[in-house]
């Protein structure tokens, strides 16, 4: 697989320079799929970019989702007719818009769709991240047919939580390109 088929999708705000995400493009060559505006995410302009992106590529793409950006796959797989179009996709700390402090900031984002993902996937999920419950992760997980792991307290497994180029995740993307 190319590198540039593998595409990141950060979350609200984007990821910035020492996320993992960021480091693994650098790395790997993987792409970005850049958003319109990260400040102000609207679900339909995300999913149309995404869209975009996927039948850009030359061959199947594997989607590297992280908070926001694991929402994305699931809407994004919820209506486009193109999933096919995806290997498999790594979903990592998903963010949560339905908390009720995320409710007025994301308001398109709701519902969140929890129909099986029509391509393998893997959710890592952390038992302390203040972005989502780890119990509503793994309902996430489930929903989507996704296979949970259950990173510990790693917080919102970003830069913050002190990962530097999180070499164990990049082992699980690896996996999931060689399935």
């Not at 979903?91 to 099986?116: C, F, I, S, Y």
């Amino acid at each position: 697989m190319k590198p540039s088929n593998v595409l990141t999708l950060p979350g609200w705000q984007s990821s910035g320079p020492q996320h993992w995400q960021t480091l693994w493009e650098a790395r790997h060559g993987y792409v970005r799929v850049e958003q319109h505006d990260w400040m102000r995410p609207l679900r339909g302009d995300w999913i149309a970019r995404l869209e975009e992106v996927v039948l850009s590529r030359d061959e199947p793409a594997v989607l590297v989702g992280h908070s926001l950006g694991c929402m994305l796959v699931s809407a994004w797989a919820a209506h486009s007719q193109n999933t096919h179009r995806v290997k498999g996709a790594l979903l990592v700390a998903p963010g949560d818009p339905e908390r009720p402090e995320m409710r007025d900031l994301l308001r398109t984002w709701a519902p969140v769709p929890l129909q099986a993902l029509p391509f393998v996937s893997v959710l890592v999920a952390s038992r302390d991240d203040p972005y989502c419950d780890f119990e509503r992760a793994r309902l996430f997980a489930h929903a989507w047919g996704s296979q949970f792991m259950d990173y510990g307290n790693s917080g919102h497994i970003n830069a913050e939580s002190g990962l530097a180029s999180w070499p164990e995740g990049h082992v699980l993307l690896q996996d999931l390109m060689r399935d």
